[in-house]
C-alpha cells in the first residue's frame, strides 16, 4: 500500500539553526497537509498545500515557517530560525480528491532543539 | 471553545472486552467529516475510520465502528474484542466543509491500555 514518507526520521539541531524536514506524499494526491505535536499533547494543523500554493495556515505558521514543493515528488517544511519551543513531531500528510479521503500521515520527524 | 472534545484521558479495559472511546464536536458547518486515527507508541498516526455528516448509517471497519449520534453531536468509537495491539493513544479529528485541502482539528486523545 502507499505511504507517506518523511526524513529524516530525528533530527538534533542548535537553536537558531535552520532545519529542512522532508516528506513523499502518495504519488497520486494533490493536498498536502504539516502538523506538529509537541511531546505528550494533540496534533496541531501547521499548513495546507494546494496546486503549488498555501491554502491555508494557522497561528503557528509564522514567517520563520515555509513549505516548499520543489519537484514533483518532495515536500517540505523549513524553520529558518529554530527556537527551543520547535521542538516537537511534525507530521506531513497528503490526501486525494473526494470528500470522504483520509489524509494519510507519515510517520513524523522528531525535532529536537537544543 | 474546543472543536473536538475527547474527555477519557485514559482508559484501561480487558483483553477481549468491547470498549468505547468518547468523543464530541461542535461545528455550524453542515458538511463536515470525522476521523479517528490511531497511535501507538512508535509515534506513527494510522487512519481507522472516517464518519460523513450526511452519512446515514454508522460507519464500520473490522472491529471499529462509529456510534455517530448528530444531534448530540457525537461519534464515538467502538473497539470490539480488544487485542494487546489496540493499546495506544486514540484522536479523533474533525475536518469542516467539503472543498479543497481542508485542515483536521484533533482533540486531545484517550490512552487506551488493554489490559491481558
Known amino acids: 500500500e502507499p505511504e507517506v514518507t518523511q526524513t529524516p526520521s530525528h533530527q538534533v539541531t542548535q537553536m537558531g539553526q535552520e532545519v529542512i524536514l522532508r516528506c513523499v506524499p502518495i504519488?497520486?494526491?494533490?493536498?498536502f497537509y504539516w502538523y506538529r505535536q509537541i511531546l505528550g499533547q494533540k496534533v496541531e494543523f501547521l499548513v495546507s498545500?494546494?496546486?503549488?500554493?498555501?491554502?491555508?495556515k494557522s497561528e503557528i505558521f509564522d514567517d520563520q515557517f515555509s513549505v516548499e514543493r520543489p519537484d514533483g515528488s518532495n515536500f517540505t517544511l523549513k524553520i529558518r530560525s529554530t527556537k527551543l519551543e520547535d521542538s516537537a513531531m511534525y507530521f506531513c500528510?497528503?490526501?486525494?480528491?473526494?470528500?470522504?479521503?483520509?489524509?494519510?500521515f507519515g510517520d513524523g520527524t522528531r525535532l529536537s532543539i537544543l | 471553545a474546543q472543536k473536538i472534545t475527547q474527555t477519557q484521558p485514559g482508559m484501561f479495559v480487558q483483553e477481549k472486552e468491547a470498549v468505547t472511546l468518547d468523543c464530541t464536536y461542535d461545528t455550524s458547518d453542515q458538511s463536515y467529516g470525522l476521523f479517528w486515527y490511531k497511535q501507538p507508541s512508535s509515534g506513527e498516526m494510522i487512519f481507522l475510520i472516517y464518519?460523513?455528516?450526511?452519512?446515514?448509517q454508522n460507519a464500520t471497519e473490522g472491529r471499529y465502528s462509529l456510534n455517530f449520534q448528530k444531534a448530540r453531536k457525537s461519534a464515538n468509537l467502538v473497539i470490539s474484542a480488544s487485542q494487546l495491539g489496540d493499546s495506544a493513544m486514540y484522536f479523533c479529528?474533525?475536518?469542516?466543509?467539503?472543498?479543497?485541502?481542508?485542515?483536521?482539528?484533533f482533540g486531545q486523545g484517550t490512552r487506551l491500555t488493554i489490559n491481558p
Open positions: 498545500f494546494y496546486n503549488n500554493e498555501i491554502s491555508e
Open positions: 464518519q460523513g455528516s450526511y452519512d446515514e
Open positions: 500528510a497528503s490526501s486525494g480528491e473526494g470528500t470522504r479521503q483520509p489524509q494519510h
Open positions: 504519488s497520486n494526491h494533490l493536498y
Open positions: 479529528a474533525m475536518r469542516e466543509g467539503w472543498r479543497g485541502a481542508q485542515k483536521l482539528v
